[in-house]
Antibody
Framework: QLQLQESGPGLVKSSETLSLTCTVS??????????WAWIRQRPGKGLEWIGS???????YYNPSLKSRVTISADTSKNQFSLILKSVTAADTALYYC?????????????WGQGTLVTVSS | QSALTQPPSASGSPGQSVTISCTGT?????????VSWYQHHPGKAPKLMIY???KRPSGVPDRFSGSKSGNTASLTVSGLQAEDEADYYC??????????FGTGTKVSVL
């Protein structure tokens, strides 16, 4: 059974960089035709697509976040990561990682439990 | 990229049906047959209930069904059960490997 686990600092200062890691078990992030994604949920708000990385390394970002977001993968650790620069209070959210097969067009089938990140001033 | 519009809440008694709408544009919902629905119990990972507008992943009860007309998709939960009480989010593909989510609907079982 595939499992995803988000990790990273729970508190980030405003204007600094948020960095999160998703550790994958029960499957390889190098497996063909899978996308590995980041999604967030701000307090009291709905879900927001951040972006994804394909097994080949190609990345795709939400246009509204593109200038601040980088998603990368470390196949040796079977992890993929999210970097969000110049954070503000509006980036306070529960951050999820997820996986979907390239055969399907939905944000993700397997999801992590999420990790809360608070941006402080 | 604007969030898809869902009603904030919906409710029904056990055994009844509830339908949730999800309105987008011709650039997302209306442009692709790639609408999905997620069930989200707070504190847990969202669960995929419907994909490709009408398809159910293995293990999802057939009480859950999806449809689409123009720029509006819908999720119907028939035979409501207590465990169906949750937040529901629609999502649509919008091209270029990007997705947009709905504003979310809280379903209450009375």
């Amino acid at each position: 059974q595939l499992q995803l686990q988000e990790s990273g600092p729970g508190l980030v200062k405003s204007s600094e960089t948020l960095s999160l890691t998703c550790t994958v078990s029960g499957g390889s992030i190098s497996s063909s035709n899978y996308y590995w994604a980041w999604i967030r949920q701000r307090p009291g708000k709905g879900l927001e697509w951040i972006g994804s990385i394909y097994y080949s390394g190609s990345t795709y970002y939400n246009p509204s976040l593109k200038s601040r977001v980088t998603i990368s993968a470390d196949t040796s650790k079977n992890q993929f990561s999210l970097i969000l620069k110049s954070v503000t209070a509006a980036d306070t959210a529960l951050y999820y990682c997820a996986r979907r097969s390239g055969t399907y067009y939905h944000p993700g089938y397997y999801w992590g439990q999420g990790t809360l990140v608070t941006v402080s001033s | 990229q604007s969030a898809l519009t869902q009603p904030p809440s919906a409710s029904g008694s056990p055994g009844q049906s509830v339908t949730i709408s999800c309105t987008g544009t011709s650039s997302d919902v209306g442009g692709y047959n790639y609408v999905s629905w997620y069930q989200h119990h707070p504190g847990k990972a969202p669960k995929l209930m419907i994909y490709d507008v009408t398809k159910r992943p293995s293990g999802v009860p057939d009480r859950f069904s999806g449809s689409k007309s123009g720029n509006t998709a819908s999720l119907t939960v028939s035979g409501l059960q207590a465990e169906d009480e949750a937040d529901y989010y629609c999502s649509s593909y919008e091209g270029s490997n990007n997705y947009v989510f709905g504003t979310g609907t809280k379903v209450s079982v009375l």
